[in-house]
């Protein structure tokens, strides 16, 4: 099997390289203040477009980069070397939104991908985790749409975004269905903003939702088709989560060597020393396995 990287592969390796050097730069201050300004989003959201590399996910036609799956692991790969998650200020709408109405990808779809608007997915509950079958969320029907009552854990990205991807059990069957929500519909608040062991760049705040009015529109890809678009999500999520993690060991191992050859311990640099040449090997191995 030929691992080497296409032209087209190696140009946009480098793209997205330039990119992450552009983004290292707002690494220490999201480290020390745990986020950015809203100035230096805009800043981002500047460069995030001069780089092309916005909504890598989606087609070209409304917007979007249009990249294959191993094209978007190549960039997901070099954003990964990012610390702070700065790799998410680079956007990439929920592919859940694929399934928009006309109407809904004018309205929510396309401002994503622009960079004007941001999605969010609500799926997590308190006593939905890996099961997310044991939603309490319900949608009930109304004369013109729907009333949600529940609450949503962990909603990555839930402080920044201006809408939400909602699961919710629709109707008196509990058929699993995904609505569409401005966040600032009247009964939807964000309960908690939880700190977490690492520093992201957004948060994952908790949200209830008391008699949330939406439309008949607000439903997204149909009724009951709630579970089978959630799961697509998270297989692209934890597909790109993996790639990313390989960017971040590699330059984990840079470090590391780097200052293995710096150091200096009994007279010479650490890495002549052949227990240290072995663990570096060992994580060289490691990630080209994983890669
Ligand atoms: C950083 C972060 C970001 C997140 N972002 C989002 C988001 O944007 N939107 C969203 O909706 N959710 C989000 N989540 C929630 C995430 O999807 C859940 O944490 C995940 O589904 C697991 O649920 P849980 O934490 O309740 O763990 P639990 O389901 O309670 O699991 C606890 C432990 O039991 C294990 N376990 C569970 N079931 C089994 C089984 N059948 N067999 C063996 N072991 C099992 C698990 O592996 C885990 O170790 C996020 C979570 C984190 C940590």
């Given at each position: 099997m030929d691992f080497r990287l296409t032209p087209r592969q190696a140009d946009l390796k480098r793209t997205a390289r330039e990119l992450t050097e552009t983004l290292t730069a707002y690494e220490t201050d999201c480290e020390e203040n745990n986020g950015l300004t809203a100035r230096d989003h805009a800043a981002i959201r500047d460069a995030v477009l001069a780089s092309g590399l916005?909504?890598?996910?989606?087609?070209q036609e409304w917007g979007g980069a249009g990249l294959t799956i191993l094209e978007q692991v190549i960039v997901q790969e070099e954003l990964g070397?990012?610390?702070?998650?700065?790799?998410?200020?680079?956007w990439r709408p929920a592919?859940?939104?694929?399934?928009?109405?006309p109407a809904q990808r004018a309205r929510y779809l396309e401002p994503v991908i622009r960079g004007e608007r941001r999605d969010c997915y609500a799926v997590t509950e308190p006593g939905a985790g890996?099961?997310?079958?044991?939603?309490?969320t319900t949608a009930t029907r109304t004369a013109d749409g729907w009333v949600l009552n529940g609450e949503k854990w962990f909603v990555t990205v839930g402080d920044h975004a201006d809408f939400m991807i909602v699961l919710a059990a629709a109707g008196t069957d509990r058929e699993p269905t995904l609505f569409l929500v401005d966040k600032d519909t009247p009964g939807i608040e964000m309960t908690r903003v939880p700190r977490f062991m690492h520093t992201f760049v957004y948060e994952h705040p908790e949200f209830t939702f008391t008699e949330v009015h939406v439309p008949e529109d607000a439903v997204l890809g149909g009724v009951g088709k709630g579970y089978d678009i959630t799961r697509s999500w998270f297989t692209e999520e934890r597909l790109m989560i993996a790639a990313r993690t390989t960017g971040a060991a590699e330059r984990a191992l840079r470090l590391a060597r780097d200052w293995a050859v710096e150091r200096k311990q009994f007279g010479s640099p650490?890495?002549?020393?052949q227990l240290v040449q072995g663990m570096l090997a060992d994580c060289a191995v490691d990630i080209a396995v994983n890669r």
């Open positions: 916005q909504a890598v996910n989606m087609p070397q990012l610390t702070g998650a700065l790799w998410d200020t680079v592919n859940a939104l694929r399934f928009c109405t890996s099961d997310p079958q044991n939603l309490a650490i890495a002549d020393f």
